[in-house]
């Protein structure tokens, strides 16, 4: 949750620096480098899932009422729906990780 409100900051300042910031999960060493790579695999084809999904049911509605088949552009709403569900879900899976590991070392 840190990382969005921390791009929603960077965003809202207009920084001189570019916008996208790096992610960086601070676990131990010996977690890091396997964790950063689950979750940049995760968020980088996840996400690109979502977008895909996303455009299939923008393509789907717009199908849906140009040609009077209302099941298709339902479909397709529900399925915008669900890929910002999942692009939601796919961006506080590092707050998860962190979270139960932190609530396995006891802090």
Known sequence: MSQMLQTFHDLTTLADDPVIPGFKPSLPGTLQTPTG????????????LAVLGG?????????????????????????????????????VTSGLVWGFYSMTQGK
């Open 37 to 48: 790579k689950i979750l940049g695999w995760t968020a980088g084809v996840g996400l690109s």
């Open 55 to 91: 455009l299939t049911g923008w393509a789907c509605v717009a199908i849906g009422h140009n040609s009077e088949r209302a099941q298709l552009a339902s479909r397709g709403k529900s399925a915008i729906v669900w890929s910002l569900i999942s692009g939601i879900g796919i961006g």
